[in-house]
């Protein structure tokens, strides 16, 4: 069988990534960073979180751009202390998802002990309806911090790749990292679900890094030139968070401001793109994968 880099025209020994930028609708800043990495490139796909309170924008500037690759972030969690936002469903549809406050729960680990599962797939289908009706040509469907992939909720992420014919993103985990693991039946019930969405047709990238923010003030370039180095062959999926800095960042996240934009210039400019040249790194976008899946 044909691998996912050869179904997608590459040979089977390239080293591909998709440079996603997560976390687009979120506030203006990272709007405006995700914008303009996808314009400029070298990224190649990002993802917009529905329920926050600069997804319009996010929604405006992909229509007047059709030609970008832009999927849904699926969110059920409200990280950040002082910048909320609550359910897109409806606060009266989904309790189980909203905190005192009715925002949507602040952690990963309170959404998997108080989310009901019928909550979670009626907040999930309203985001990607209400990117839908926004006029988003939605590519793909990811997890913002991974919630959806929890043991509870990882066969409604599957079910949404189906339903909707978009790829997920989605990486098998492999028997060594599930045999033995503290996290052995949840990583084995995450496997069966990747599997089954392939079966299905819906393709799997090979490999995922998440070590996006990671750096010290600046460190940036060497982080993420290592970042690239590491990319094996097949198709990797390579997450970053770029924003424009400025006061609206900062106020939202001190802590991780000056490495989102830093990853604003770098995956949206010169060095990023000669970087992944020097690295010999070859990319791709979400849409490619989506062609895939519904020519099936």
Same mark, same amino acid.
């Given at each position: ?58 929604? #405006? ?67 990607? #309806? ?80 998440? #070590? ?85």
């Amino acid at each position: 069988m044909p691998t996912l880099a050869e179904r997608l025209g590459f040979d089977a020994s390239d080293r591909v990534a998709v440079i996603h930028t997560d976390d687009m609708g979120m506030c203006h800043a990272a709007n405006e960073g995700a914008f303009e990495a996808l314009e400029n490139g070298p990224a190649t796909s990002g993802s917009i979180m529905v329920p926050c309170p600069s997804f319009r924008e996010a929604a #405006d500037r992909a229509k007047a751009n059709p030609g970008l690759d832009l999927g849904v972030h699926l969110t059920l969690n409200a990280e950040w202390e002082h910048y909320r936002w609550g359910p897109v469903a409806g606060r009266s549809a989904v309790p189980s998802l909203l905190d005192d406050q009715g925002f949507l729960l602040r952690t990963t680990l309170e959404t998997v002990q108080h989310a009901k599962p019928e909550e979670v797939e009626i907040e999930l289908r309203a985001q990607v #309806d209400a990117a839908l009706d926004a006029g988003i040509d939605v590519t793909h469907i990811d997890s913002h911090m991974g919630t959806c992939f929890f043991p509870q909720f990882i066969e409604i992420y599957g079910r949404l790749a189906l339903d909707y014919r978009v790829p997920v993103f989605a990486v098998r985990p492999s028997e060594k990292d599930v045999k033995g693991s503290p996290r052995e039946g949840g990583l084995a019930k995450l496997a069966a679900a990747v599997d089954a969405v392939a079966e299905k047709g819906a393709p799997i990238c090979d490999r995922f890094d998440a #070590d996006s923010l990671d750096f010290a003030e600046g460190k940036g370039e060497e982080h993420n030139r290592a970042r690239l180095a590491a990319i094996e062959p097949g198709i990797n999926y390579l997450i970053c968070h770029p924003s424009k800095g400025g006061e609206e960042l900062t106020a939202i996240t001190p802590d991780s401001a000056h490495q989102r934009d830093f990853e604003r210039r770098f995956y949206g400019g010169e060095a990023g793109r000669e970087a992944l040249a020097a690295a010999g790194v070859k990319t791709v976008g979400m849409r490619p994968l989506r062609d895939l899946m519904r020519a099936g």
